[in-house]
T-cell receptor, first 111, second 114 residues
């Protein structure tokens, strides 16, 4: 089955700096890769996603890149703000439709 | 914004009690899921359903059971709660059974078993 690994597990940056979270997947049949943000006391919320026919996608300060050959994808947050502090999860979806989540990255943005 | 609801939001209960966590979605999604998560930690899939009368166990062994009698409703039941069941339970849903798309999560139920 699919195995999604996420790094780092914790990340601390200064406000205004960029943050990068990386994920790798094992199943070459995976073709949909969402990123979720989970704030304290809430369920995970989708922030951006990418399909395997696209190499990069941007939405304001966040972007996701996908390298199908290397089987890895990354979340990039530029100009970080304190409200970006949260736990971020990546996920991959193999051919049997079961979404597999990474273990999460706790991002702290210091003002 | 996704319309998926979970009740109760918080539950404190004694050992041995039977509990049911409710989950409802108004999006007509075929697929629904239950995850167990210690706050801010990894998501563990415990049950899922691809439609009415379809239920499957997830990766993490769980003593809970689920049912899917109606498309919009996916309750989770613990027949006899134990302190080891203390955790956060997240419900999610996603679209057609044949298509891969994002899962929409509810706000979660925080369960404390004394």
């Amino acid at each position: 089955g699919e195995n999604v690994e996420q790094h780092p597990s914790t990340l601390s940056v200064q406000e205004g700096d960029s943050a990068v979270i990386k994920c790798t997947y094992s199943d070459s049949a995976s073709n949909y890769f969402p990123w979720y943000k989970q704030e304290l006391g809430k369920g995970p919320q989708l922030i951006i996603d990418i399909r395997s026919n696209v190499g990069e996608k941007k939405d304001q300060r966040i972007a996701v890149t996908l390298n199908k050959t290397a089987k890895h994808f990354s979340l990039h947050i530029t100009e970080t703000q304190p409200e970006d502090s949260a736990v971020y999860f990546c996920a991959g979806t193999p051919g049997n439709n079961d979404m597999r989540f990474g273990a999460g990255t706790r991002l702290t943005v210091k003002p | 914004e996704a319309d998926i609801y979970q009740t109760p939001r918080y539950l404190v209960i004694g050992t041995g009690k039977k509990i049911t966590l409710e989950c409802s979605q108004t999006m007509g999604h075929d697929k629904m899921y239950w995850y167990q998560q210690d706050p801010g930690m990894e998501l563990h899939l415990i049950h899922y359903s691809y439609g009415v009368n379809s239920t499957e166990k997830g990766d993490l062994s769980s003593e809970s059971t689920v049912s899917r009698i109606r498309t919009e409703h996916f309750p989770l039941t613990l027949e006899s709660a134990r302190p080891s069941h203390t955790s956060q339970y997240l419900c999610a849903s996603s679209g057609p059974a044949w298509y891969q798309e994002t899962q929409y999560f509810g706000p979660g139920t925080r369960l404390l078993v004394l």
